[in-house]
């Protein structure tokens, strides 16, 4: 099932992961990320420069579950766009063509509740900015991030 949440009042910013991720931190930090189509600002840049793995210029970047969280948690990151897939394991070595994107993707609309890659647990989509998308067959997962987000809906 796929919920999206816009319109939100408790973030500074719509897209700000660390907020997204805290009802389920657990599982979260459980599994291996692929983060792809990233653009991000860093809003802390001035104070703590910047973050050793994010790059605009990469692809694809990996992280741990622990990397990422600890990278969300401890800096002002707003991802404008990122797709966000969590893996059990290892993740999968995809060609550029097979990477997950949100921009001008139609089954982001039209298919829903369809992963973006096959064998994710989770998949977080930020959307320029303006709404994020989250995707999981996990009932626990769904329930905790509804609770802390009651505005989020389920997308058809």
């Known amino acids: 099932m796929a919920l ?33 189509e990233q653009e991000y600002i860093l809003l802390d840049y001035e104070q703590k420069g910047k973050v050793e793995k994010l790059n605009h210029d990469s692809k694809k970047i990996e992280f741990t579950g622990d990397e990422l969280y600890e990278t969300i948690k401890n800096r002002e990151i707003q991802f404008i766009w990122g797709v966000f897939c969590g893996f059990n394991g290892t993740i999968p070595d995809l060609v550029v063509n097979e990477l997950p994107y949100a921009d001008l993707n139609p089954d982001i609309w039209k298919r829903p509740d369809k992963k973006l890659v096959k064998g994710s647990v989770i998949e977080i989509i930020c959307f320029d900015s303006s709404s994020t998308i989250l995707k999981t067959k996990n009932n626990k997962i769904k329930k905790l991030f509804g609770e802390k987000f009651p505005e989020a809906i389920k997308m058809k």
């Open 4 to 36: 999206i949440l816009r319109d939100n009042k408790i973030m500074n910013f719509h897209t700000d992961l660390y907020e997204i991720i805290e009802p389920f931190k657990d599982n979260f930090r459980e599994l291996n990320w692929l983060l792809t």
